[in-house]
């Protein structure tokens, strides 16, 4: 495996992680990132093909990992991944809920408004960022637990949670809810567990990725005109890279952290910071 940065500054030997979403575009990074570390990581996908494909490519760079199938809407198909990571790993150390997306059904646009979204869309948006994050902290949140006593939750929320877009309602409504979630999972680990379990938060900015793709530049890579006002609105002038991820990832779960949780961190190249004025 080629050195990197991350590499040269952080060991993670003897540590697994399991990221949920991991066969994605921006989980997917993560599981690299912390492969090359030295961490043994199971990518968890609903697709197990897309997680295999991702596990041939860490081991391909020498890294460990193994693919686990599960809906993280499904508790039970969690629980029967969890039986196989504690087999495989003997334990975990860190969680990421990186699962999650939007739906066309719960989108507003010129042909469908609010009035016209569908319950199904809705619903499937809630059961598949807020659910997802609640059923897989508490399936993995617990092997943590029991299997080291000490680890790192990382939820995945969006810069929508601070400030909710057009269009997309039950996105907006469900990160806000990861946000708040990791809050309270945060103190509720501190309180009655224990305080070497730390949960926080990363919310990433606008990052183009196949899902969002549509909505931010044309069939032939012009920026739409919602893809203009984005980039009007980010005093860094691009949309985000994986990669940009990393460091907010790499410094929560660092021992040196470890004064930190209940934190939700924008990583949004200024979003956040710019009223547009």
Same mark, same amino acid.
């Given at each position: ?13 003897? %540590?697994? #992680? ?14 690299? #990132? ?34 686990? $199938? ?9 629980? %029967? ?30 042909? $469908? ?7 199904? @869309? =809705? ?12 059923? #897989?902290?508490?399936?993995? @949140?617990?092997?943590?637990? $029991?299997?080291?006593? #000490? ?16 269009? =997309? ?27 070497? =379990?730390?949960?926080?938060? =990363? ?28 980039l009007d609105h980010t005093p860094a002038g691009r949309f985000g890279k994986p ?35």
């Amino acid at each position: 495996m080629s050195k990197t940065s991350w590499e040269n500054r952080t060991d993670l030997k003897g %540590k697994a #992680a399991l990221v949920t979403g991991g066969a994605g575009e921006l989980c997917g990074e993560m599981c690299r #990132a912390l492969a090359e570390c030295g961490c043994r990581v199971a990518v968890l996908d609903y697709d197990l093909k897309k997680a295999e494909a991702m596990v041939k490519k860490i081991r391909s760079r020498g890294g460990k990992a193994i693919a686990l $199938q599960a809906d993280v809407t499904d508790k039970s198909s969690l629980e %029967k991944a969890g039986r196989e990571l504690v087999r495989q790993f003997r334990g975990l150390d860190i969680l990421i809920n990186g699962a999650g997306g939007n739906s066309p059904l719960a989108t507003t646009n010129e042909q $469908q408004g609010f009035f016209e979204l569908s319950d199904q @869309g =809705i619903r499937k948006v809630f059961e598949l960022n807020i659910l997802g994050t609640i059923f #897989a902290s508490q399936v993995f @949140g617990k092997i943590i637990h $029991q299997t080291r006593g #000490a680890g790192n939750i990382i939820n995945i929320s969006s810069m929508n949670s601070f400030r909710p877009l057009t269009r =997309i309602p039950a996105y907006s409504s469900a990160k806000a809810g990861v946000s708040n979630f990791t809050k309270w999972l945060a103190a509720h680990f501190a309180q009655n567990y224990t305080p070497k =379990i730390r949960v926080n938060a =990363i919310a990433p900015g606008f990052f183009i990725t196949t899902q969002n793709r549509f909505l931010l530049m044309d069939k032939k890579g012009k920026l739409t005109p919602r893809g203009e006002r984005i980039l009007d609105h980010t005093p860094a002038g691009r949309f985000g890279k994986p990669g940009d991820l990393l460091s907010a990832l790499f410094w929560l779960i660092s021992p040196e952290s470890q004064f930190i949780t209940g934190i939700v961190v924008p990583v949004d190249g200024g979003f956040s910071a710019y009223s547009g004025v």
